[in-house]
C-alpha cells in the first residue's frame, strides 16, 4: 500500500515554506537555525514560552501562523528534551514518529525540518525520517476515499541538513528498513480471503525484483522430504502449503550463510481444537512471523547487505474439516521425530519444526532465528512491551538484547531447560506437541530446540506485540511489523561477521 509521503533532504542555509518546523532542547532558549528563525519574527520567546507553558519537552510544541519574517506559512517549534539526552537512535526514531503524528493533525503537506542540532549525527537523522516514515503509514486499501481527505494524505517532508551526502546515504539504507517494516505490516493486514498460501509466496517472489533468489516447495515435494508436521497442519484446508525459501547473497561466495525463519499461519482457526468466535479475526495475523521475514528479506536486497542470508516461510493454513488433523494423531516430522497432537490449535510450532530443520539441514547456517506469533502465553508473561527471546546461545542472545535497545524492538530472554521437557514428553510418541498451560510459551519453545540440533538459535515469540500492540510514536496502525528493524540492525552492526559463535 502506497505511503503517500516523499523525503528528501537539502544542504543549508534554509529555505522554506509550507509549514517550517525547529527543534528546542529543554529550559534552553533557541540555538543555531533556531535562533536565527525566531529572531526573524520578532517575537519575544521569554514571554511566548511562558504563554505555551513551553519547557522545551519532547512532544511539546509552539504553533505560530503566518509568523512575521519568515516566509513559511507556518512555524511549529517542538521540544527535544534535555540537550545530550535522548540521543539514542530509537529516541531519534520516535521523534520523527511524533512529528508526524503532528502534522498529520495540522493537514500539513508540504513541510521543511531544520535540523543543524550540533554534534546530530547522519544516523540520527536517518532514525528521523525513519520516524516519519512509519508514523504516516495506515492501511486504508479498503475504504472509501473521504471529501475532507485532501490530497489523499499526500505529505513532502525536506530535511535540511550539515554534511547532506552521508545523511542521504544514511537515510537510504534505513529507508529500506523502514519499507520492509511497511512490507511485514501490509502482510498481515491483508484480508485472509485476500492472502492465502499462494497470494502469500507469490508477495514474497517479489522479492526477486531486488535480487533476491526464490525457491518454493509444493506438497508434493514437502511430502517427498518428509514434512509430515507442517502438511499435518495443512490437511485441513482446500489452500495448498507452500514453503518459501528466499536466498540473499550479499556476501562472499562461500561465506557461510545466516538463517532466518518464520510461521506463515495465514489463517488460524485452531483447526478441530476450534478458537473461541471471538476475535478469531484476528487470526488473520497469525503469520506475522512470516511477514517479518519477508520484510527482512526486502531490507537487506534493497540496502545490498553484505551478508548471506536464508528466509524460510512455512506458508499454511489451520481449518477444521473432514480432512484436518485430530487430537490423538501421530506425525512423523522430517527429523523423524514422532509427535503426539493433543492440540491442533498448537499448530505454529508443528510448521517450524518441519522448517527449522529443513533449514539447518540444507543450509548449514552459522546461526538460525524464528519468528512466530507462537503462544498467548507471553503476552501473559511479558506484556505488549517486550517479546520473547528463547535461544540455547548466550552469545546470540546477547546480541539480540542489544539489538532490541537500539531499535525499539525489545526482547527479554525466558529460561529454557530439561525440566520443561517433561511437559511435552508423551506416552505414544516422542514428544507431544503442547504442554498446557504452566509455562505455555517456554514448552513451546522446548519443542522447538527439538529441531535445531548443534545450530546455535533463537525463538523470537512475537505474539504481543506483532498485532493489536498499543500505538506508539511509530506506528498507530494494527501491525506493528515487528522483527523487521531488529533483525536488519543485527546485519547492520557487523555483529554477525564472520565469528563463530560458541
Known sequence: MPNRIEIKTAALPLKATGTLVVYVAEDTAPTGGAADVWQATGLDWTRIAAAANFKGKQGQVIDL???????????????????GQGSSLSAWTDRGGSLAGKLANLKA??????????????????????????????????????????????????????????VDK??????????????????????????????????AAKLAELGVEIEQLDEKAMRKLGMNALLGVAQGSARPPRLVIMRWNGGKAKEQPIAFIGKGVVFDTGGISLKPGLGMEDMKGDMGGAAAVTGLMHALAARKAKVNAIGVIGLVENMPSGTAYRPGDILTAMSGTTIEIVNTDAEG??????????????????????LATLTGAIGVALGSDHAGLFSNNDDLSARLLAAGLATG???????????????????????????????????????????????????????AVALASPSSETNTAWASGFGVALLDRLVETGLLSNERFA
Request: glycine share 8%.
Open 109 to 166: 503537506n508540504k513541510v521543511a525540518v531544520l535540523l543543524d542540532e550540533a554534534g546530530m549525527t547522519p544516523e540520527q537523522v536517518a532514525e528521523l525520517a525513519a520516524g516519519l516514515r512509519l508514523r504516516h503509514y495506515k492501511f486504508d486499501a479498503y475504504k472509501a476515499k473521504k471529501p475532507d481527505d485532501g490530497a489523499d494524505g499526500a505529505l513532502a517532508v525536506t530535511l535540511h541538513v550539515d554534511g547532506k551526502p552521508a
Open 409 to 463: 524492538e525489545k526482547l527479554w530472554r525466558l529460561p529454557m531447560g530439561a525440566a520443561y521437557d517433561k511437559q511435552i514428553d508423551s506416552r505414544f510418541a516422542d514428544i507431544k506437541n503442547s504442554g498446557g498451560r504452566p509455562a505455555g510459551s517456554i514448552t513451546a519453545a522446548q519443542f522447538l530446540a527439538r529441531f535445531v540440533n548443534d545450530v546455535p538459535w533463537a525463538h523470537l515469540d512475537i505474539a
Open 170 to 203: 544514511a537515510i537510504a539504507d534505513r529507508q529500506a528498513t523502514a519499507e520492509g517494516t511497511l512490507l511485514a505490516r501490509d502482510l498481515i493486514h491483508l484480508p485472509p480471503n485476500v492472502l492465502g498460501t499462494l497470494e502469500f509466496a507469490a508477495e
Open 349 to 370: 510450532r508443528l510448521v517450524l519444526a518441519d522448517a527449522l530443520w529443513y533449514t539447518q539441514d540444507r543450509f548449514k547456517p552459522k546461526f538460525m532465528i524464528n
Open 65 to 83: 501562523l503566518a509568523p512575521a519574517g519568515v516566509k513559511a506559512d507556518r512555524l511549529l517549534v517542538l521540544g527535544s528534551g534535555k540537550a
